[in-house]
T-cell receptor, first 111, second 116 residues
Framework: AQRVTQPEKLLSVFKGAPVELKCNYSYSGSPELFWYVQYSRQRLQLLLRHISRESIKGFTADLNKGETSFHLKKPFAQEEDSAMYYCALKTGGTSYGKLTFGQGTILTVHP | GAGVSQTPSNKVTEKGKYVELRCDPISGHTALYWYRQSLGQGPEFLIYFQGTGAADDSGLPNDRFFAVRPEGSVSTLKIQRTERGDSAVYLC??????????????FGEGSWLTVV
């Protein structure tokens, strides 16, 4: 069965410092990976997806199939990046809304 | 509406009671999803509707949980004989289709259920 692991429940950095939120997955097939974000008092929303190879709000994530990882990175963190971040996995042959989520990482960016 | 709407936002019920949670998806979205999020955990998939039919209900934990979407728009998640372990935030999400590459799903704010 598929699984997503986010090893850090809490991550604190100072403004301007680099940040990396770790995500590892377990799935024998061809995965699609996503990062979702939930800002304070807001809904869960899509941040980025590996298939698009995009950079959103300065964040990037590269799928590493050898290490089964999809870490989220930003070179210079901003205070507005403080939020809960979830890594999510879609397995082959299923709807794009059927996702397996990790437990989430709370990112706090200090001024 | 502007986004996925869920009611009630908060519900406290006694153990053993029946509960209904409602989801109004974004207008025109044919795909609708229910998730459950327990404290300290990520969301867990419950059920997926494409139109009026449940295309995938593999995440429903047991037969006390049931969901309907009779007209292909509003959906109701029904929980019978509630237990304290059912306490969680129940999230609804919708998308324009369930199978497009790169499709985005939009979440509601959730219904916080507490069983006492």
């Amino acid at each position: 069965a598929q699984r997503v692991t986010q090893p850090e429940k809490l991550l604190s950095v100072f403004k301007g410092a680099p940040v990396e939120l770790k995500c590892n997955y377990s799935y024998s097939g061809s995965p699609e990976l996503f990062w979702y974000v939930q800002y304070s008092r807001q809904r869960l929303q899509l941040l980025l997806r590996h298939i698009s190879r995009e950079s959103i709000k300065g964040f990037t994530a590269d799928l590493n199939k050898g290490e089964t990882s999809f870490h989220l990175k930003k070179p210079f963190a901003q205070e507005e990046d403080s939020a809960m971040y979830y890594c999510a996995l879609k397995t082959g042959g299923t709807s794009y809304g059927k996702l397996t989520f990790g437990q989430g990482t709370i990112l706090t960016v200090h001024p | 509406g502007a986004g996925v709407s869920q009611t009630p936002s908060n519900k406290v019920t006694e153990k053993g009671k029946y509960v209904e949670l409602r989801c109004d998806p974004i207008s025109g979205h044919t795909a609708l999803y229910w998730y459950r999020q327990s404290l300290g955990q990520g969301p867990e998939f419950l059920i997926y509707f494409q139109g009026t039919g449940a295309a995938d209900d593999s995440g429903l934990p047991n037969d006390r949980f049931f969901a309907v979407r009779p007209e292909g728009s509003v959906s109701t998640l029904k929980i019978q004989r509630t237990e304290r372990g059912d306490s969680a935030v129940y999230l609804c999400a919708s998308s324009s289709r369930g199978d497009d590459s790169g499709n985005t799903i939009y979440f509601g704010e959730g219904s916080w259920l507490t069983v006492v």
